[in-house]
């Protein structure tokens, strides 16, 4: 009797753990290497990422990545990329963006905040990072507040 209490005892923690290792989802994660702001006025113009993927599954295809401007939500960018298997069994894939100005100056402003996506084909594992793209060569657009203030001063007396 207490054969069958462990043999059915056993039966059940073995199908929990089947089934809990099913139930794991797989998960994208990026990380910028380097700062995530690219200056239009240095040559290094290479947004390069680190994507770690977590529970891989062949089954869910291919993956894409997707860079697009917030502030029109328009993609500039869009590509396959292909996972490899690195050496500890983990999946991943090293990513790079050339921030080629004229190209993106055709879909509008370039100075301004971004967004890259990795997606799986099914669509099952979703990551976002933002960066930013500047130029220092171009002074910021900034009003002179002190000629205000003092105008303002001078009008009270």
Sequence with gaps: MKLIYYSAAF?????????ASAEEKQTIEITILG??????????????????ITNFDPADGHY?????????????????????EFDNGNYGMQVAYLIDEHSIKKEGEVIGDY????????????????F??????????????????????MKRY
Excluded: C
Excluded at 38 to 47: F, T
Excluded at 64 to 84: D, F, R, Y
């Design 11 to 19: 039966l059940v923690m073995f199908l929990t753990a089947i089934q």
């Design 35 to 52: 700062e995530p702001v690219i200056d239009l006025a240095k040559e290094n113009r290479l947004l390069r990422a680190n994507v770690q």
């Design 64 to 84: 894409l990545m997707q860079i697009t401007h917030l502030l029109t939500q328009k993609i500039i960018q869009e590509k396959e990329i292909v996972a490899n």
């Design 115 to 130: 967004e890259m996506l990795i997606m799986s084909e099914s669509g099952n594992a979703i990551a976002k990072t933002n």
């Design 132 to 153: 930013s793209i500047k130029n220092s060569k171009i002074a910021p657009n900034i009003t002179n507040t002190n000629q205000d203030s003092e105008n303002k001063i």
